[in-house]
DNA sequence: TTAATTTTCGACCTAGGAGTCTATAAATAT
DNA sequence: ATATTTATAGACTCCTAGGTCGAAAATTAA
């Protein structure tokens, strides 16, 4: 019987070998990332890779899944807080935004690099993304409902807000000002008068 | 010496390889497809690509210049025009949302694989990409000089504009309704009372 | 009609990279 | 101390795909 000790060895060998990994496929891209690369900026020599991971792709999926695993259990709390729709939602958005600066690099490479793997039967990370959409998506309809945001589309709104957050979290280089990303928000949902 | 009709049957069949490949890269990436697949696809021999490109990544390198240079001349008369900031900036994004609209395949793939070629002496679309860039910047800052925009960092204004633009135009599968995106973009950028 | 040029393509070459082999080292159990 | 289990890694195999070869077909020029 393996101790605990032991199983949080391997854990961190495996986290060691994800971080490594990551940093080779934010640099180059995940095709054109070898084993041999990856075995090298993780300290391990390529077979061992595979004695962690089944394969190449084994290693990106667990990188996703660690990452939206990461980001949905951070604003778990927020979700079930008992607020109006619109305190609700820019306390998540507040808590993702926070999560997302603080590991850019994952963040960065997890909402760019989704088609890697298209078997939807190898994609055990959509069911941490498919219920944080839905949760906000939620939010939003009942914020429109109540009149707290701006009466779109909920579903347009939601993309919007994607988009948004992608590009000036994301992809921005510089970074934000205190608040700059959630006042441009608030002024997005204002209601019309 | 060649005749018209020769070069224009030359750049057919030019076109004809490019629209084959984009259909491809769209479908599987560009890494995972094949110059056999391209081939197939576009309706010629694998050696004839190379008879017209000289490699894999010229086929994208004038996949690339191709869109970026139609957006560009797409737009060029709207730059000239003598009005003001916001109905000028309004303009170009509706004449950029017709065009983008009309290729989604082309600018879709445009706008989400950039980095497939690093190498600053071998992207030629760039110059297209950029004075598009700098003009909507130009106008941006003079609508909020002039108090037509919300008074906002013009270049996280800018970006947030791409992102939207982005998410709603090109990553959505839903045909927005007329003027949804344009209302919301209204919306996105009314100066506050 | 013949020669020259342009266009075409399947077979082939070669390099590169995922994944495996097999032996060894290290750690743990007896 | 020995046996068993766990972890390690460079050499190697095998396969894939970019790119080329060399010949033939099609087109154009003389």
Redesign the pocket.
Known sequence: ???K??VE??NQ?KLAILEGSLRVFNELGI?????????HES?????????????????FVHIMEYGWKRLWEGIESRVVENIGPRKKFIGIIRKMGKIVTEDKILYGFLFTAPNYINDPNKQPWKIYQERLYAILQSIIEKGIEKKEFVDLNPNLLMKAIGGLFHQLLISNEEDLKDNEFEDMLKNFLRPKK
Chains 1, 2 share one sequence.
């Open positions: 019987m393996i101790s000790r032991k060895e391997r060998r095709e054109k990332t070898t084993m041999d690369e990856i075995a300290g391990f020599g390529k077979a061992t890779l595979y004695y962690y991971f089944t394969s190449k792709d084994d290693v």
